[in-house]
Antibody, heavy 124, light 113 residues
Framework: EVQLVESGGGLVQPGRSLRLSCAASGIRFGDHGMHWVRQAPGKGLEWVSG????????AYADSVKGRFTVSRDNAKNALYLQMSDLRSEDTALYYC?????????????????WGQGTTVTVSS | DIVMTQSPLSLSVIPGEPASISCRSSQSLLHSNGNNYVDWYLQKPGQSPQLLIYLGSYRASGVPDRFSGSGSGTDFTLKISRVEAEDVGVYYC??????????FGGGTKVEIK
């Protein structure tokens, strides 16, 4: 069964840090790019960050650039999002998402597998 | 950044009737390879989004054939030939031609009348 399971969310004070993790199973994790997409309460979808299959190509939304760092460990089938200097506007449900393309060096494709999400709440 | 604009914001449909959602991009999404780099997603109530259509018109695995995507350049349409109760939720278009960032439309909420 194809599965992406996020963890690491929680309540955190503004300015603090948090690390999200995503465990993948049932997919050839090391062959595909991965993404983080978030959804603020009652709002639409916002792409946060993407990383290609071998970590050579990494990209961020302007809203998180310089504060968030995405990484992956293909040996562990794991994706991470290190979030620092958190702000109230970062409060959202964070989805781990698989990119549809195979071994794509510099582009991103459709997002074909989504996790259930982990909730991050930034509040004092 | 490419801006994706969806219409309408919401749609109320009688079961068995067709439905259509529009998505307009601020720049052309037509690649030199002939594909349009726009995808459609459905987020059912309380669930994670799911991929319906990729590259403008290709149905994702397991997606019923009552869903179809069309359009080229800057204007795209998702059509449901006969709406069923299970099709309720919020539909999003997304572009992957010029990244970063990947950008989503604001969403169209479909409900059953």
């Amino acid at each position: 069964e194809v599965q992406l399971v996020e963890s690491g969310g929680g309540l955190v004070q503004p300015g603090r840090s948090l690390r999200l993790s995503c465990a993948a199973s049932g997919i050839r994790f090391g062959d595909h790019g991965m993404h983080w997409v978030r959804q603020a309460p009652g709002k639409g979808l916002e792409w946060v960050s993407g990383i290609n299959y071998n970590s050579v190509y990494i990209a961020y939304a302007d809203s998180v650039k310089g504060r968030f760092t995405v990484s992956r460990d293909n040996a562990k089938n794991a994706l991470y999002l290190q979030m620092s200097d958190l702000r109230s506007e970062d409060t959202a449900l964070y989805y781990c998402v698989k990119d549809m393309c195979y071994h794509n060096p510099t582009d991103f494709c459709a997002l074909d597998v989504w996790g259930q999400g982990t909730t991050v709440t930034v509040s004092s | 950044d490419i801006v994706m604009t969806q219409s309408p914001l919401s749609l109320s449909v009688i079961p068995g009737e067709p439905a259509s959602i529009s998505c307009r991009s601020s720049q052309s999404l037509l690649h030199s390879n002939g594909n349009n780099y726009v995808d459609w997603y459905l987020q059912k109530p309380g669930q994670s989004p799911q991929l319906l259509i990729y590259l403008g018109s290709y149905r994702a695995s397991g997606v019923p054939d009552r869903f179809s995507g069309s359009g080229s350049g800057t204007d795209f349409t998702l059509k449901i030939s006969r709406v069923e109760a299970e099709d309720v939720g919020v539909y999003y278009c997304m572009q992957v031609l010029q990244t970063p960032p990947l950008t989503f439309g604001g969403g169209t909420k479909v409900e059953i009348k």
